[in-house]
């Protein structure tokens, strides 16, 4: 065990801290009061490798491994989380590295990690997000091709996106609730395909949402995510194993870019004559704040290093998802706090945070869903 970051891994945190500052930064708070996605920011970071950088580099990316992309998120997300999730998030690109053909990863991998498309993973439904098996989308088999029907809900990317990771069901009949679905991949520009984004989000707003309707949307059977039907719902877990971490280390970015500015701000703000700093109430809640992001990182680092060993631990992957979502919603509150009034107003970073916060208890499992998740297995 070592806890020393390689030099690259440090070269690596500071070309992406560095991006973030100067691209993100400027336009942050504009892209979040327009909901307006960052396609410039997209595609330089796609020139720079940091797009799906996790991405190994026989299939074009820049071969960071997960623990890689963990860092390159983190350094994001200490600027924007709405914009470091879809720059740092490769949608759907996982379960395609986990579970496709070579032919897939071939094919879709580059793709996306040179900034040749841009992927959604399109699971939830309108009345199926924590139940995955749920997911009433419908794909029939008809000659060459699956035949697609049903509607999918809150996607990211999904009014960008050239091509979308779709769980549907395949196999109804199947007495095994879990054996009844599969992923397949489905282009944005199929006939039949309806996308309607969705408007006026609490937080994330440089991200994209989506809706999104199929119509008797034909796809050939060579888009099925690997060999066999029947495969999806395992697939899925396997996509949320990995993407659960990247989300973590959204978590522990926000808290720390909430500590940061935190700080900053107490050195400055004076109140009965002295820096708020001097109170050792701001310095309790300093000191809370980096107590929880330093557990959290740890967790994170633990999580991705066993990610890259092949090392799937969903118990770890929980406990990691849940505590970063609790970290990350505990410190923007105080860090919204600590600048009083001003805290409250869009002119300063630390109200989007707060309000950014709350999607890392959501989405990629609800912080309930992890609570299950981590209790069910002590359990058994
Ligand atoms: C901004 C945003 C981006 C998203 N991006 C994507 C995406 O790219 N792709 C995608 O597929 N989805 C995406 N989602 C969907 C997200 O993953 C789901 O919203 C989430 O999983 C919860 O599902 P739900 O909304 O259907 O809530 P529900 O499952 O209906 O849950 C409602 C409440 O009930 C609780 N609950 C449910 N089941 C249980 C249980 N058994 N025991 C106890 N409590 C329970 C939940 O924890 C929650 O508190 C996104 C959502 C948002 C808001």
Request: charged content about 25%; proline content about 2%; hydrophobic content about 40%.
């Amino acid at each position: 065990m070592d806890f020393e970051l390689t030099d690259e891994q440090k070269m690596l945190i500071e070309t992406a801290g560095d991006f973030a500052k100067n691209e993100f930064t400027p336009v942050a708070q504009d892209l979040d009061r327009e909901e307006k996605y960052p396609m410039e920011i997209w595609k330089k970071a796609s020139e720079l490798g940091l797009i799906g950088a996790w991405i190994p580099e026989e299939y074009g990316g820049a071969g960071v491994g997960f623990f890689g992309n963990a860092l390159i998120t983190e350094q994001f997300s200490k600027v924007d989380l709405g914009i470091s999730l879809i720059i740092a998030g490769t949608f759907g690109c996982e379960s395609i590295y986990w579970g496709g053909t070579e032919e897939q990863k071939k094919k879709y991998l580059p793709l996306v990690a040179q900034g040749g498309a841009i992927s959604a993973g399109a699971f939830t439904e309108p009345d199926a997000g924590t139940d995955v098996a749920g997911v009433r989308t419908r794909a029939v088999k008809d000659g060459d091709d699956y035949v697609i029907n049903g509607n999918k809900m809150f996607i990211t990317n999904g009014d960008v996106c050239d091509f979308m990771v779709t769980l549907c069901v395949t196999n109804p009949e199947n007495e095994k609730r879990y054996k009844r679905q599969s992923l397949i991949i489905v282009e944005s520009d199929r006939k039949g395909v309806t996308i309607t984004k969705i408007h006026g989000k609490m937080g994330i707003r440089a991200s994209d949402t989506a809706e999104i309707s199929f119509e008797d949307v034909r796809v050939p059977r060579e888009n099925l995510v690997g060999t066999s039907e029947g495969q999806g719902f395992y697939q899925a877990m396997q996509f949320f194993d990995t993407t659960r971490i990247m989300v973590a280390a959204q978590g522990v970015g926000l808290a720390q870019g909430a500590l940061d500015k935190s700080i900053d701000y107490v050195k400055e703000r004076k109140a009965f004559g002295a820096p708020i700093a001097t109170f050792q109430i701001t310095q309790q809640k300093l000191a809370e704040m980096a107590i929880r992001i330093e557990a959290t990182r740890n967790l994170v680092y633990k999580s991705a290093c066993y990610l890259d060993q092949g090392k799937v631990d969903p118990i770890l992957n929980a406990i990691t998802k849940y505590y970063a979502g609790e970290t990350a919603v505990f410190c923007a509150n105080y860090a919204v706090e600590l600048h009083g009034g001003y805290g409250y107003i869009d002119e300063y970073d630390v109200q989007r945070f707060y309000r950014d916060a709350k999607i890392l208890q959501i989405y990629e499992g609800t912080k309930e869903a992890e609570v299950l998740t981590i209790a069910r297995r002590l359990l058994t």
